[in-house]
């Protein structure tokens, strides 16, 4: 089945610094999603980003499919921003990476 | 409401339990997804259905789960004879299509002792 992985595992961040976390897949796939899960295990959908590139805030994700990764960027990073960051692929079913955990100190 | 919400919150059962999960997904959305999330991994994917049918369901582990969505609204997971490797936290999801944006709920959380 299709790989997802997921770098770094784990980041520590001061607050307000930026941050770039990435995920490599590997096969080509109908669609890409960025999800941050919070502490209390919400899982918010963040982008829906098959290809190409979408900004929302201080966040923002590049996609290129071609070369089979995508990019999410944390800008100005604040407490809130701590969690899991997911990136899931579909090609059928679902699969999600094994997630970068950022700590974002005050 | 306007989230897809899970009934219940926590789950505590004892080995060998019939549990039932259940999800209401957003008003209007045809597809409905099951993932099962351990403690330090992303969700795994269960089970995907399009309106009442199961369009896929490889993820499933084995025979004692089962889902079902009679109506194309809400979903009840099954899990006969659970055994503690069960315990996990249950993720319901939902979408307008197949190829959409998923919609997460806060999940049940099953702890089989």
């Known amino acids: 089945g299709i790989q997802v992985e997921q770098s770094p595992p784990d980041l520590i961040l001061q607050e307000g610094a930026n941050s770039t976390l990435r995920c490599n897949f590997s096969?080509?796939?109908?669609?890409l999603q960025w999800f941050h899960q919070n502490p209390w295990g919400q899982l918010i959908n963040l982008f829906y980003?098959?290809?190409g590139t979408k900004q929302n805030g201080r966040l923002s994700a590049t996609t290129v499919a071609t070369e089979r990764y995508s990019l999410l960027y944390i800008s100005s990073s604040q407490t809130t921003d701590s969690g899991v960051y997911f990136c899931?692929?579909?090609?059928?079913?679902?699969?999600f990476g094994a997630g970068t955990r950022l700590t974002v100190k005050p | 409401g306007a989230g897809v919400s899970q009934t219940p919150s926590n789950k505590v059962t004892e080995k060998g339990k019939y549990v039932e999960l259940r999800c209401d997904p957003i008003?209007?959305?045809?597809?409905l997804y099951w993932y099962r999330q351990s403690l330090g991994q992303g969700p795994e994917f269960l089970i995907y259905?399009?309106?009442?049918?199961?369009?896929?369901d490889s993820g499933l582990p084995n025979d004692r789960f089962f889902a079902v969505r009679p109506e194309g609204s809400v979903s009840t997971l099954k899990i006969q004879r659970t055994e503690r490797g069960d315990s996990a936290v249950y993720l319901c999801?939902?979408?307008?299509?197949?190829?959409?944006?998923?919609?997460f709920g806060p999940g049940t959380r099953l702890l089989v002792l």
């Open positions: 999801a939902s979408s307008l299509g197949g190829t959409e944006t998923q919609y």
């Open positions: 096969d080509s796939v109908n669609n």
């Open positions: 980003i098959p290809s």
């Open positions: 899931a692929v579909e090609l059928g079913d679902m699969r």
């Open positions: 008003s209007g959305h045809t597809a």
């Open positions: 259905f399009q309106g009442t049918g199961a369009a896929d």
